[in-house]
C-alpha cells in the first residue's frame, strides 16, 4: 500500500525567507504531483515531476524528486504573503489512474 | 473556457436518501476522478475512470457507486448515505497520461 507523508504539517514564515516542504512515499510511484489549495477553494495544479532527478520551477516555487529516495521536494524562495496556502503533494501509480496524497503543509507567510 | 464543473456545491440531505452529485467536463478528457477531503486525512481517491464505459476503484471505495456512459460526464452517486459520507468531494479530470489534473470546485456534503 502506497503512503505519502509530508512535512512539516505547519509552516509559519516570514516574508523572504526560504523553505522545503517534504513528501515522502513509501513505494514505489510513476510519478509526483504538487498541488495548491487556498482555503474554500479547489485544488490548483503546480507542478507534475515524471522522472528521478526531475526538477521544475515556476516564480518561488521549485520542486524535485528524488526516485531512489523516494521523495519530493517543494522549496520556496524568499516568501511573500500571496504563497500562504495549503501544498500537497500526490503519487501517482497504477500509469498515474491512482493518485494517493499526503496529509497537506498549511504555509502561512507573514508579511 | 476550459473547466470541470460539479453540481449541487453544498447539499444537506438524512441518511438513507439517495443522492447523485454530477460532475462535467468541457476538455474531452479520457480520465476522471472522484476524490473526497477530511480534515486531518487529506483528499483521498473514490473511484476512477480512464474512458466511458471503465471505472475502477481507489482507496475508499464503499459506499459510493459511479458510472461513465459518456465522455464529458462522471457522476457519483451514494445510493444509501450514512453520516461518515459527510465530506468535501472534488471531481478531477486529465488526459490519459494523467500530466495536469483539472479539480472541479467541490461539492460540500452534509449527511444528517
Known amino acids: 500500500e502506497l503512503k505519502v507523508e509530508q512535512n512539516p504539517l505547519f509552516l509559519s514564515m516570514q516574508e523572504g525567507k526560504n523553505y522545503t516542504i517534504y513528501c515522502n512515499y513509501s513505494t514505489t510511484s510513476d510519478r509526483l504531483y504538487w498541488y495548491r489549495q487556498d482555503p474554500g477553494k479547489s485544488l490548483e495544479s503546480l507542478f507534475v515531476?515524471?522522472?528521478?532527478?526531475a526538477v521544475k520551477q515556476e516564480g518561488r516555487l521549485m520542486a524535485s524528486l528524488d526516485t531512489k529516495a523516494r521523495l519530493s521536494t517543494l522549496h520556496i524562495t524568499a516568501a511573500v504573503h500571496d504563497l500562504s496556502a495549503t501544498y500537497f503533494c500526490?503519487?501517482?501509480?497504477?500509469?498515474?489512474?491512482?493518485?494517493?496524497f499526503g496529509g497537506g503543509t498549511r504555509l502561512m507567510v507573514k508579511p | 473556457e476550459a473547466q470541470v464543473t460539479q453540481n449541487p456545491r453544498y447539499l444537506i440531505t438524512v441518511t438513507g436518501k439517495k443522492l447523485t452529485v454530477t460532475c462535467s467536463q468541457n476538455m474531452n478528457h479520457e480520465y476522471m476522478s472522484w476524490y473526497r477531503q477530511d480534515p486531518g486525512l487529506g483528499l483521498r481517491q473514490i473511484y476512477y475512470?480512464?474512458?466511458?464505459?471503465?471505472?475502477d476503484k481507489g482507496d475508499v471505495p464503499e459506499g459510493y457507486k459511479v458510472s461513465r456512459k459518456e465522455k464529458r460526464n462522471f457522476p457519483l452517486i451514494l445510493e444509501s448515505p450514512s453520516p461518515n459520507q459527510t465530506s468535501l468531494y472534488f471531481c478531477?479530470?486529465?488526459?490519459?497520461?494523467?500530466?495536469?489534473?483539472?479539480f472541479g470546485p467541490g461539492t460540500r456534503l452534509t449527511v444528517t
Open positions: 478531477a479530470s486529465s488526459t490519459r497520461q494523467g500530466l495536469e489534473q483539472y
Open positions: 500526490a503519487a501517482g501509480h497504477n500509469a498515474g489512474n491512482m493518485l494517493t
Open positions: 475512470s480512464m474512458n466511458v464505459e471503465v471505472t
Open positions: 515531476l515524471l522522472s528521478n532527478g
